[in-house]
């Protein structure tokens, strides 16, 4: 995530975009600042294999429609970033009034297959997942979900993996050892 960009609004941070992917063989996800066909384009071609579309899908649900359309579903993820279910946007500094279920919704109608919601009242917190909240998640659309925010441990993980994520974005507990 270019948090840099996040906050200014366009691609900062594609050098590190393409260190990583010249160093590395990882399947990369990029996201933060991409609000135009330009900053998307860049970062594609700087080696993302997919990107997230978070405050942009907020702002501008058209223009993200057409990016699901142009680049399809498999290479568009949608970042469903909340807070007391609330979406918040701006490297998380704005609340909107959507509700994360609602939102996560309107965008399947739209064929988007992949989100990773991230409960920010968790994040870094090492104090367990949003089990709950993911599980509503899952029972009430057909998306794939990618759980992040207060994996604490390798449990959190597997515990996610059982109630039916794809995947598990885990941060603080890899810089802590504890994973």
Avoid at 114 to 127: A, F, H
Wanted: proline share 1%.
């Amino acid at each position: 995530v270019d948090l840099d960009g996040a906050r200014s609004k366009h691609i900062v941070n594609q050098k590190v975009l393409e260190n990583i992917a010249r160093e590395t063989s990882l399947k990369i996800d990029f996201g933060g600042g991409l609000k135009t066909i330009e900053d998307i384009e860049i970062a594609f071609n700087s080696g993302a294999k997919q990107i997230t579309i978070g405050s942009v899908a907020v702002q501008n649900p058209e223009f993200c429609f057409n990016l699901i359309e142009k680049y399809s579903s498999e290479k568009i993820i949608l970042g469903a970033d909340c807070e007391n279910r609330k979406i918040k946007t701006s490297g998380w500094l704005k609340e909107s009034d959507q509700d994360v279920i609602d939102f996560i919704l309107y965008y399947q109608k739209k064929e988007i297959q992949n989100v990773i919601c991230t409960d920010i009242s968790k994040d870094g917190m090492l104090e367990g997942a949003s089990e709950d909240l993911y599980k509503e998640i899952l029972k009430k659309t057909k998306i794939q979900l990618i759980a992040s925010g207060g994996i604490s441990c390798i449990e959190d993980v597997y515990k996610m993996k059982e109630i039916g994520c794809s995947g598990t974005i885990i941060g603080k507990a890899i810089y802590e050892g504890r994973v």
